[in-house]
């Protein structure tokens, strides 16, 4: 028996007699605790840095110089310490075990996936071999996009217990739009990751298991214990899995696209967008970046409703630049889109998916300007929205008996959503940031009755389409060629004329109308982008309920001084004190540690108590930053900056005081 190779990657699967952990190289309870120190354990996710460079080890090619003692986060190597492999162990069998006792069967099978980070191979066979151990049936897909494998973990186990299909659950591991040295897992029992409440049932059992003073031995047996011939078993049916996860994705994206599961109504909505690339021809460009998105479903499906693609950066794990879909980033994909028009004009968007494809961002050709431009993460989330609700609206949703349609946000959207909400008649609905959050939220408001056909995070970009449960760029960009490509015929208005007509800006329609036009208008907003650095402060106070309690005074008395300064530019007279955690968002008052770990957002309004702008921070749940933002109505870049700026200073003059009590 050999190492086994991906079949249409040539990348390494695994080597089955190659076990992964040695007795004599266990580590010490120590040495686990002190790794173990710096996971980040949230319902978005487990994750830490997991490449252990050897001297000589590739870096990315982006990576600035590793300044002494720093843990080299750019790294490209696939060596895992032996530590963390036990580390990886212990979550396997946390989740296989919580599995066992949800679902009463002792032999449930799991899918599994991987993004296309180096370490996913190594953390994906200590996997395998302690599910093996444990009696249970692992199916790994090797790399797969996250939405993928979510949509055949939704179709599988949805199936009834006695089908030989069935699965129990999915394990997909990535750290998503981390560097890649990072890696972690994410586990559901459905189309999406676990709510809140599951994962924190899950992080319990985890935590203790790190408390058990055995776990490297008991890792180690279980690894020893798995058999070659059934792990080299589930390494070769890497194919058959995956090719399942291709059909179920294919299905489920045109449900997604067209909100129905039935094929005439899907057919009618695919038919009416090929009809309008047909009368405007349209190509959309993706810089795949060696995401797990390149082995996905993009191409088949966007040349299916007759628009045209080309793709760049396609080969699995060659990361040609930053991980991160945002800023600097995104320069790869408007120079391509510009090389792409050049040659042919119909490339007029371009899109950049992260490193495990369920959030994908955007860029266009502005035609007027003669060169490609970068969509802010924001105005991404806006678009989509505008899209979903337009196409509600032209089907009648909103003139039912009793109608009311909702979209779920977190607390960092920008009130932009608001603002496009309002002009259709639509509620807007905010939680803690999280994609769990807005799925459970979303989840919450449609049992009671609403439509909720689009939800997400417009702070982290990307959105969720109902049925869906996880950000997905093809939905992105589902939204957003509808808006283009669903024109006026006979009998139906377009959608972004009937947007204008409702926003009262018919003056701004034009036959030839592309997505510059569109995104000219939205509503204005000055909005931070929550990934430039200046939004990611790292703090020394861990209690973030004391770091708002330090910040509570020093706002209000800056507000009283600057209050005449916010009247005078902004028409600001008034602010509200409001705490998002979990599923909802709620006023507080003045006692800002209501809030705790969650987020904390100071809405300011106007005489007539209208929103217009909000200041925002809450503790990441995935890196160890504190996110801080500013949103203003009607402003410029200078307005944000100067609204970030008071909060930067706030939130650091609190951290000082917080750690100074």
């Given at each position: 028996?050999?190492?086994?190779?991906?079949?249409?990657?040539?990348?390494?699967?695994?080597?089955?007699?190659?076990?992964?952990?040695?007795?004599?190289?266990?580590?010490?309870?120590g040495l686990l605790a002190e790794a173990a120190s710096s996971l980040i354990l949230s319902a978005s996710?487990?994750?830490?840095?997991?490449?252990?460079?050897?001297?000589?080890?590739?870096?990315?090619?982006?990576?600035?110089?590793?300044?002494?003692?720093?843990?080299?986060?750019?790294?490209?190597?696939?060596?895992?310490?032996?530590?963390?492999?036990?580390?990886?162990?212990?979550?396997?069998?946390?989740?296989?075990?919580?599995?066992?006792?949800?679902?009463?069967?002792?032999?449930?099978?799991?899918?599994?996936?991987?993004?296309?980070?180096?370490?996913?191979?190594?953390?994906?066979?200590?996997?395998?071999?302690?599910?093996?151990?444990?009696?249970?049936?692992?199916?790994?897909?090797?790399?797969?996009?996250?939405?993928?494998?979510?949509?055949?973990s939704r179709q599988v186990t949805g199936l009834p217990p006695d089908n030989a299909e069935r699965a129990?659950?999915?394990?997909?591991?990535?750290?998503?739009?981390?560097?890649?040295?990072?890696?972690?897992?994410?586990?559901?029992?459905?189309?999406?990751?676990?709510?809140?409440?599951?994962?924190?049932?899950?992080?319990?059992?985890?935590?203790?298991?790190?408390?058990?003073?055995?776990?490297?031995?008991?890792?180690?047996?279980?690894?020893?214990?798995?058999?070659?011939?059934?792990?080299?078993?589930?390494?070769?049916?890497?194919?058959?899995?995956?090719?399942?996860?291709?059909?179920?994705?294919?299905?489920?994206?045109?449900?997604?696209?067209?909100?129905?599961?039935?094929?005439?109504?899907?057919?009618?909505?695919?038919?009416?967008?090929?009809?309008?690339?047909?009368?405007?021809?349209?190509?959309?460009?993706?810089?795949?970046?060696?995401?797990?998105?390149?082995?996905?479903?993009?191409?088949?499906?966007?040349?299916?409703?007759?628009?045209?693609?080309?793709?760049?950066?396609?080969?699995?794990?060659?990361?040609?630049?930053?991980?991160?879909?945002?800023?600097?980033?995104?320069?790869?994909?408007?120079?391509?889109?510009?090389?792409?028009?050049?040659?042919?004009?119909?490339?007029?968007?371009?899109?950049?998916?992260?490193?495990?494809?369920?959030?994908?961002?955007?860029?266009?050709?502005?035609?007027?300007?003669?060169?490609?431009?970068?969509?802010?993460?924001?105005?991404?989330?806006?678009?989509?929205?505008?899209?979903?609700?337009?196409?509600?609206?032209?089907?009648?949703?909103?003139?039912?008996?009793?109608?009311?349609?909702?979209?779920?946000?977190?607390?960092?959207?920008?009130?932009?959503?608001?603002?496009?909400?309002?002009?259709?008649?639509?509620?807007?609905?905010?939680?803690?940031?999280?994609?769990?959050?807005?799925?459970?939220?979303?989840?919450?408001?449609?049992?009671?009755?609403?439509?909720?056909?689009?939800?997400?995070?417009g702070s982290n970009g990307g959105n969720i389409t109902h049925p869906s449960e996880v950000r997905d760029?093809?939905?992105?960009?589902?939204?957003?060629?509808?808006?283009?490509?669903?024109?006026?015929?006979?009998?139906?208005?377009?959608?972004?004329?009937?947007?204008?007509?409702?926003?009262?800006?018919?003056?701004?329609?034009?036959?030839?109308?592309?997505?510059?036009?569109?995104?000219?208008?939205?509503?204005?907003?000055?909005?931070?982008?929550?990934?430039?650095?200046?939004?990611?402060?790292?703090?020394?106070?861990?209690?973030?309920?004391?770091?708002?309690?330090?910040?509570?005074?020093?706002?209000?008395?800056?507000?009283?001084?600057?209050?005449?300064?916010?009247?005078?530019?902004?028409?600001?007279?008034?602010?509200?004190?409001?705490?998002?955690?979990?599923?909802?968002?709620?006023?507080?008052?003045?006692?800002?540690?209501?809030?705790?770990?969650?987020?904390?957002?100071?809405?300011?309004?106007?005489?007539?108590?209208?929103?217009?702008?909000?200041?925002?921070?809450?503790?990441?749940?995935?890196?160890?930053?504190?996110?801080?933002?500013?949103?203003?109505?009607?402003?410029?870049?200078?307005?944000?900056?100067?609204?970030?700026?008071?909060?930067?200073?706030?939130?650091?003059?609190?951290?000082?005081?917080?750690?100074?009590?």
């Open positions: 028996m050999a190492l086994i190779t991906h079949p249409v990657t040539n990348l390494s699967v695994g080597d089955p007699e190659l076990v992964p952990l040695e007795l004599k190289k266990l580590p010490t309870p996710g487990w994750r830490k840095v997991f490449a252990s460079p050897l001297p000589g080890d590739p870096r990315a090619s982006w990576a600035a110089p590793l300044a002494p003692g720093k843990v080299d986060e750019d790294s490209l190597s696939a060596q895992v310490s032996p530590t963390d492999l036990v580390l990886a162990g212990a979550m396997a069998l946390a989740f296989g075990d919580w599995i066992v006792q949800r679902s009463g069967r002792r032999d449930a099978a799991i899918l599994l996936g991987i993004d296309s980070r180096p370490t996913g191979p190594t953390l994906a066979d200590i996997m395998v071999r302690v599910w093996l151990a444990r009696g249970l049936r692992p199916r790994y897909l090797s790399i797969v996009a996250a939405p993928e494998v979510m949509a055949y129990e659950g999915f394990c997909y591991i990535s750290a998503s739009h981390n560097p890649p040295a990072h890696n972690g897992v994410k586990f559901g029992t459905g189309g999406g990751v676990l709510p809140g409440s599951e994962a924190k049932e899950l992080i319990a059992t985890y935590r203790t298991l790190l408390a058990d003073p055995e776990l490297g031995k008991r890792i180690f047996l279980l690894v020893d214990e798995a058999e070659a011939d059934s792990v080299a078993s589930v390494f070769t049916d890497v194919r058959n899995w995956k090719r399942r996860a291709v059909s179920a994705y294919t299905l489920f994206a045109r449900e997604v696209a067209s909100g129905s599961a039935e094929h005439a109504t899907q057919e009618a909505l695919f038919d009416a967008m090929e009809a309008g690339a047909r009368a405007r021809p349209l190509g959309v460009m993706a810089d795949f970046n060696g995401s797990a998105r390149s082995l996905s479903i993009d191409e088949d499906f966007l040349s299916g409703i007759g628009v045209k693609f080309a793709g760049l950066n396609a080969t699995p794990g060659g990361f040609a630049h930053r991980i991160v879909p945002e800023g600097a980033s995104l320069d790869t994909a408007r120079k391509a889109l510009e090389a792409a028009y050049a040659a042919d004009p119909d490339y007029l968007v371009g899109y950049l998916p992260d490193c495990d494809g369920d959030r994908g961002n955007l860029v266009h050709f502005d035609g007027r300007a003669g060169f490609a431009r970068v969509i802010e993460a924001q105005e991404v989330f806006a678009v989509a929205v505008l899209g979903e609700l337009a196409l509600l609206a032209r089907s009648g949703a909103f003139a039912l008996p009793g109608a009311r349609v909702a979209v779920a946000v977190n607390d960092g959207t920008s009130l932009r959503i608001e603002a496009i909400a309002s002009v259709f008649g639509a509620e807007v609905l905010r939680c803690e940031t999280g994609e769990a959050n807005v799925v459970g939220l979303a989840s919450a408001l449609r049992a009671g009755g609403a439509i909720v056909r689009i939800l997400g995070e760029p093809l939905s992105t960009l589902g939204s957003v060629l509808k808006l283009l490509l669903l024109r006026d015929t006979d009998g139906q208005e377009g959608l972004f004329r009937l947007w204008l007509r409702l926003s009262k800006q018919e003056d701004r329609y034009r036959e030839d109308f592309d997505l510059g036009d569109i995104l000219d208008s939205l509503p204005r907003f000055a909005t931070t982008s929550v990934f430039e650095e200046r939004a990611a402060l790292r703090i020394a106070t861990s209690d973030h309920a004391a770091l708002k309690a330090a910040y509570q005074p020093l706002f209000v008395a800056g507000w009283e001084k600057r209050r005449p300064e916010f009247e005078k530019r902004f028409g600001i007279v008034a602010f509200e004190a409001l705490a998002s955690q979990g599923t909802g968002e709620s006023s507080v008052g003045l006692d800002f540690a209501a809030s705790g770990q969650g987020g904390l957002r100071l809405l300011f309004k106007n005489s007539a108590g209208k929103p217009k702008g909000f200041l925002w921070m809450r503790g990441s749940g995935t890196e160890p930053v504190f996110r801080i933002m500013a949103d203003i109505e009607g402003g410029r870049g200078m307005d944000e900056e100067w609204l970030l700026g008071w909060q930067t200073e706030l939130v650091r003059a609190a951290d000082a005081e917080a750690q100074a009590r």
